[in-house]
């Protein structure tokens, strides 16, 4: 088991305090709006190309993933207070998603490519935008409700 940092606990200690899980119909959901959850499109080796070639390239997957969770509003604070879901790979999906509106299932098809070191990396990269994502958004909730630290 690896130790707790001080940013982890933190976080803990303010979802346990928050502990309330976003909900909205999913037609807000921007990642359903930009074709996530399609199942049948043409070209999938092009899609899937696409998603290992941004999966690959560390700047330009951690640009993509803070682009989601900036400006997809819904579908962030959706999957992201969501601590059921698989948040690094919905991340993860989102950023191919967003990148080239390649389906989830496309995403998944091109992680499976990717050598076990990419794959490290990518992960890496998806946790630390989630937690600047949670640390801005239960400060933004902790200011709104008058919890000072």
């Known amino acids: 088991m ?6 982890e606990a933190f976080l803990c200690l303010i979802n346990y ?9 999913y037609k807000l959901w921007e990642d359903y ?18 998603s290992i070639k941004l999966l ?16 997809w509003v819904h579908s962030s604070k959706v999957n992201l ?6 948040q690094v790979a919905w991340l993860g999906q ?18 499976n490519r990717l050598d076990i070191q990419t794959q490290r990396v990518a992960n890496r990269i998806a946790r630390r935008c989630i937690k600047d994502y949670k640390i801005k958004l239960y400060e933004n909730e902790c200011t709104q409700k008058k919890i000072e630290f």
């Open 2 to 7: 690896r130790p707790c940092g001080f940013v």
């Open 17 to 25: 305090i928050m502990r309330k899980q976003y909900y909205c119909d």
């Open 33 to 50: 709006q930009h074709g996530f959850y399609n199942t049948n499109i043409d070209n999938e080796e092009e899609f899937v190309l696409k």
């Open 56 to 71: 690959s390239n560390k700047e330009k997957f951690n640009e993509k993933c803070r682009l989601v969770l900036d400006r």
């Open 81 to 86: 207070t969501n601590e059921e879901l698989n």
């Open 94 to 111: 989102a950023a191919c998603c967003y990148h080239s509106n390649s389906p989830n299932y496309i995403t998944r098809l091109a992680w």
